[in-house]
């Protein structure tokens, strides 16, 4: 790609799997990569097991605030990645849609979101080699 490629990670409640995903590839990506993140259905705050999992590598996402998805951030993304929730998106031709099933964080404490941390962190490691060709 010539221009910065753009992701859109989405999840119902655009807290736990969809933030995570979005931090770790803000994190490797170093600006290289635009970023969103979104939910049809948004909580009011990031889930706190995924915060804390996040924290032990170092990443803070408790000032995040989930969004609600748009036309307008599917329209603008690259490629969107729903996150096994059975979320869906709008779909416009020339986009590529994934979907990473993932277990959802929801309700579980920090032991239980490793697991599903580390999972993310190997796919979002894969997209950027991908998408940046390293």
Known sequence: MTRTPEVLFVCVHNAGR???AAALLQHY???RIAVRSAGSEP???VNPAAA???AEWGLDITAEVPGKLSTE???ASDVVITMGCGDTCPVFPGKRYLDWPLEDPAGQ???AVRPIRDEIDRR???LVAELLDT
């Open 43 to 45: 909580a009011e705050t």
């Open 29 to 31: 990506s170093l600006g």
């Open 18 to 20: 969809s933030q995570m």
């Open 52 to 54: 804390a999992a996040l």
């Open 73 to 75: 951030d599917v329209a």
């Open 124 to 126: 979002v490691r894969g």
């Open 109 to 111: 404490g920090v032991d």
